[in-house]
Each structure stands twice: as C-alpha cells, then as structure tokens.
C-alpha cells in the first residue's frame, strides 16, 4: 500500500512528543462513524459534512493533545484551516482531507503550532509506519496500538492495517477513542459502508471502559484498491471479517488500557431474543460498577451479574438463566454449589476473563467487552489537578 | 400514632445486632412501590401480590441480614412464612402483613432463627422508637437514617414519621434502600397512591448512589388515619410537600452514606423540554464515573459535564447552555473565564455541592441527587472477600 505519513512535533502535547500525524494516498473509497455525543467536537462536524459530499478521500490529519471540542465557530474554523493546510501542502482539494483531534476539551487549538507542524509533517512525508503514527496520535495510553493482517482474493493478496488511540477517559475532560483502518481491497463505498457499520458495531461499539463517550470518537476506514483485489457480494464475509479481526485486535487493546485495568472481560450473552436485546444486556453488565470492582477483587460476584440483567427491566426467567464465570457453573436457575476458591484462583490468575450467560429466551447473542474498576481509575480521574 | 414495636437479635446478621423488626398498627391504608428489577426479591413478590388484593395492612415485619433474592420457590415460601408467622402471633389476617428483606443474596433465610426472632420480637411490643427501628433494618448503613415533622389540617394536628436504610450496593451482593413512613392523617387509598408515585419520583427515584438498583427497594407509605386531619383535594398538595420533607430527607441520607461518599451532589437541571427529559438529563449526569472521580477530586470538571448530557443523543444546542458550580458560572455557551482556584475551594470545603445546568429548552427542571466517587467505593465493593 502506497500511504505516505508525515508526523511532527508541534508542541501541541504537554510531553512535547509527537502530535501532528499526516497520512497521504490515492483518491480512495472510505467510510467513517462518527461518536453519537451531542457535544460532538469541530473536526468531527466538519469531517461529518466531507462524508456526505465527497465519494474519495486521499489524506487526513490528526492532532493530539488538544481535542478541539466546545470550542464553537472558531474551533470549526480551525478544523477547516488544518485541511486547507494539508490540502495546499499536498496539492490536493479540501474536501479531500478528513481532520480529527484528540486531548484537552474546552481550548482553543494552538494554530500556530499546528501550522507549523503540519509544514514539517509534510515537508518530511516518510513511508507508513504503524507504530510510529500510533505514537503520534496517542494521548494517555500507556501503549501504541497496532494491528495487521493480509488475505487473499482470486490469488491477490490484500493487506489490512490498522492504528488506534484511546484508554477510557482522563483529565482535564476526556481521552478519545480513535481508530483507522488501511486496507489494498478495491471496493464499492456503499459496501464498504456496510462493512463498517457492520464492524463498528461488533467491535467499538460493544467495549465499555467506564460508560462515557467522547465527543471525538471516530472510527475511518480507507480502501485505496491498490491491490486489485475486488471485493463484491460473492466474497464480502470474508473481507468483513479481515476487518473485523483488525478492528477487534485495536478495540481489545483499548479495552486493556483502560484506565487502571487489570483485566479484560468479554461478556457473552447467549439465548437472547435479538441481537439488540443481547446486546443490551452485555452492555449494562459492562457497565455496572459493582460488576467491575467485583472483578477487580477477584471476586465471583454472580448476584451483581444478573441484577444488571435485572436493571434492565426485560421479562427475564432467571430459574431458567445459566451464568458461567470462565469454566465454572456459577448459577443454574438458582444458586449452584461450586468450588468458590477455585473461582476466585481462576479472576486472580488471568488478565483475560470472560463471562457467559444464558438467558435461554432466543437465540440471538452478542460479545460485549469490558475491564475491571480499581483504584487507579479513581487516581487517574480524581488527582490530576488538586 | 398508636404504632407497637417489637426487635429482635436473632442471629441472621453477623454482627449479632437487631435484624427482626416488627411494626404493628391499627388496619391502615397504605401505598408501596417497589424496585422494578426483574430479579425482584420473594418478599418484593409477595407484597406486591398484597398490594393487589389488600385496602388495608395492619403490620410489617423486617428482616435484615439476608436479602432472601434469587432464592427461588423456597425464597417465596419463606417470605409468606414470615407473614404468617407474625398474623399468628398478632392475631390477624396474613393478608395484613407486608414483608421486607435485606442483606445477602442468594442464600435460604434461617427460617429456625426468623421464627425465634419474631416471636421475640412481638413478645416485647413497645413504642415505636425510630431510631432503633432505623437500627433493626439497618446493613452496612454507617449512621441510622430516620425523620419527622408534623403538619395542621383544621386545627388538627397530624405527625410523618420516617425511617429508612440503604447506602450504595456491597458484597456480597447489595445492599437495598428500604424506606418506611407513617402519618396518622385520614386518606383514601387513590389519593394516598398517587402521592406517594408523585413523592417517590422526586426523591427516592432521583438518588445515584452508583447507578445499581437493588433486587428488594421498597417504600411503603402507611396512613393511621387517627389524628382525623383529613385529606382530600383541597389540602392534598400540603400534604404530598409533608411527605416529600421527610421522603427527600431519607432520601438524602441514603446519598451521604454513599459508599466512600465525601459529598452530597444536588444537581438542578433546569429549562428542559419535558419534566421526563430533565430527569434523564440529572440522571445522566449522576451517574458519569468520570463526573464523580472529579468531585471527589475536587476538579470542577466542566466538559465531563456536558459530555454527559452529550451522550444522551438529545438534540442540546450547547451554544445556549449554562453550567453553574456552586454560584460559579463555568460555561456560558462557551467556556467561561472563571476563577478557578475559588471553585476548587468550594469543592473542597463543602459537604453538600450544587450543580445547576439551563438547557435553553423549556420550562421543566429536576432535581437528581449523587455523591461522589473514590477510592472507599472500591474498597469496599472489591475487597471484601479477598
């Protein structure tokens, strides 16, 4: 794949490291979802506008270390002026850069500093290099998050990269969850979308780290077709699950560095009527506090579990539930006998967990993915300025 | 009021204190709501059955200790035993007994224990006493919760008497909010009904101690009917304000013992569209991790705010939005040049904090009531078994 990436140090971060990433290439198909927060930032209203107006993309930018949101008509202004810089150093249209940013909520962008860095950005364009523009946008990860694949169609090979920033959400007001996928597939944009939406939704959407979304979340798919590998309707589950394979890898990873996270668990609901239900379900799991302390305790708390099942108000017939804490049968309909210490061994002695519930209502099921709550969290979210 | 008490030791709660409470009365008229946690305790069950059937109650009896949820058929049967139980020695209906359950969850009652324990307790009626009645119920409550005032209709006199317990959820599972008021005044049922869901809604319904609702919440509201202050439409909203003094008083104990709770956070939402949506809005905001990390850090966060109300998808013009911190304007449709130091100051030298947020909506405000969040919380949801 022919991606060219620039990256700078602007003096945008604190750490002084780098925060200015430029990504070029050819006019390309993309697809893109956006966060669903009302307080959307700048870059993500103005990259929501290019989406629906323009067919191919061949650049974008993103800063760290300032978020550009609640920032008004002049934070969107800014926006706009990072792709017309891109786009004047590039030589290409406007409307062919997407912007992101991620970092401080509420202050203006440094636009010197971000011009600036841009030009150097530009000026030294370099071959693509996933871990350094992991670096380059990340904020309070405590990690570089990378992930690649290949496959292969009709004797083509394609190749599937993907880079991805966030770590739940810290001071002064949130970290985002950023994500881009570079792929070789030559494809039509109203299956790419498809495939995306399908994805995001398996992968992004279904990680809690403590329940809050950000107002940057952004999630870019980009096809460049170099490859010549087609993607049509005959081979379209195949290449959705190449993507689906890179997007989960950067979703876990985010999930892990969640902010003071010891553990990632991965919640199946089983036996659901639907799909949504299913996933409801794992979702108020992956969000209950007491859920996730009690994990963070090594504590099999199985009445926590099923009274976020509870909360949910759904007609649920818990004599007929099955509850498994990894291998042990913790709940069948009632409470099950079951050997506590090795339960207790089982959380203490893995950093990933899963959890399995039966609701025995359907047969739809849903993978939720979350981590543990420990004192961390408190440290991170509670001390950074007093 | 003419209410007979009776308490007993009997051994279900491990610390060896009074867990047998027995309140006896005149035939009352009454109202309850109870948690809509589709994991609904046996002793919920059975009451709301009651609730159906029954105008009128002439006891209550509480256990503490074992929450007697996700016990299953035998869990009911138990919890009717209790009911009988008490009819026979009391000597009335077993249709008049209301039954009320906390602790554990998950494990059989030790009927042998309840069944000596009551008939101790009601060997030894006294007067009603609220503060050890408040101790009878009582679980990992840190302080005894209860409260009266007393109101005039026609020159008569009448008395609300209050007790309740609950303080966030703990292991090894959840603690429950029980709530009990008794007035003496003359109501007929729908009247007192519909107080109460008024009452309940702005009070124990507008509580966030960490977003968990318990499988056995019940508030239950008794109405002697001796003092002959009578009510009906002329005077029922003095009335309903009676009953919201001390529900809210409750209310707002349950909030301070908050687990590892420093601050009570009253948040007013003001100018929404809809009463529903000021709720949501409050809500929402009560339960952000991100929000009550900050609190307890003292950190006059102001994005995790906003963003919180931005995940509700509602359609916020944030460019009319106002946010105060106390009498601190932090956001004015834009970030406001406040003076941060005093802010930090308000937060750190108030036990009760106030959040007033204008939606530039509507006309309809909420009140929602949190505490904070920090590292108690998670010592004592994670660490209590390991």
Not at 28 to 47: E, G
Not at 164 to 186: C, Q
Not at 212 to 238: H, M, P, R, W
Not at 266 to 291: D, H, T
């Amino acid at each position: 794949m022919n991606i060219k990436m620039g990256v700078a140090k602007a003096g945008i971060k604190p750490s002084g490291d780098y925060d200015i990433l430029v990504l070029k290439f050819n006019p390309s198909v993309y697809s893109a979802v956006f966060t669903q927060n009302s307080l959307a930032a700048a870059p993500v209203l103005y990259d929501r506008l290019i989406s629906n107006l323009q067919e191919k993309i061949s650049a974008i930018v993103v800063n760290s270390g300032n978020a550009n949101a609640a920032t008004g008509e002049e934070g969107y202004k800014n926006a706009e002026r990072m792709a017309e810089l891109v786009a004047q150093y590039l030589d290409i249209d406007k409307e062919e850069v997407m912007v992101f940013s991620t970092g401080v909520i509420g202050v203006q962008l440094p636009m010197d500093k971000v011009e600036k860095g841009i030009d150097e950005a530009i000026k030294n364009l370099t071959e693509f290099d996933l871990e350094l523009a992991s670096r380059a946008i990340s904020t309070t990860d405590a990690f570089y998050k990378y992930y690649e694949t290949t496959g292969m169609i009709d004797d083509k090979t394609f190749t599937v990269k993907g880079i991805a920033k966030g770590a739940g959400m810290i001071h002064p007001n949130m970290a985002t969850m950023l994500a881009y996928i570079f792929t070789d597939v030559e494809i039509e944009k109203q299956l790419l979308d498809q495939t995306v939406k399908l994805v995001a939704d398996r992968t992004f959407n279904s990680i809690s780290v403590d329940g809050c979304e950000s107002t940057n979340d952004s999630f870019l798919v980009v096809a460049t077709g170099e490859s010549g590998a087609k993607i049509d309707q005959s081979n379209k589950i195949y290449f959705a699950k190449k993507i689906y394979e890179v997007a989960l890898e950067l979703a876990k990873m985010i999930v892990k560095d969640g902010e003071g996270a010891t553990k990632l668990i991965q919640i199946s609901v089983n036996q659901a009527l639907s799909k949504e239900e299913a996933k409801k379900v794992g979702e108020a799991i992956a969000r209950s506090n007491l859920f996730k302390t009690a994990m963070f305790g090594n504590d099999p708390n199985w009445g926590r579990i099923l009274s976020a099942v509870g909360q949910l108000h759904i007609d649920v017939d818990f004599s007929k539930v099955k509850l498994y804490i990894g291998d042990f049968l913790i709940y069948n309909g009632a409470p099950v006998d079951y050997d506590r210490q090795k339960a207790v061994e089982y959380l203490k002695n893995n950093r990933e967990i899963s959890i399995d519930l039966y609701l025995s209502r359907g047969e739809a099921d849903w993978i939720f993915y979350t981590c543990d709550l420990g004192y961390k969290y408190v440290e991170i979210n509670a001390e950074y300025t007093t």
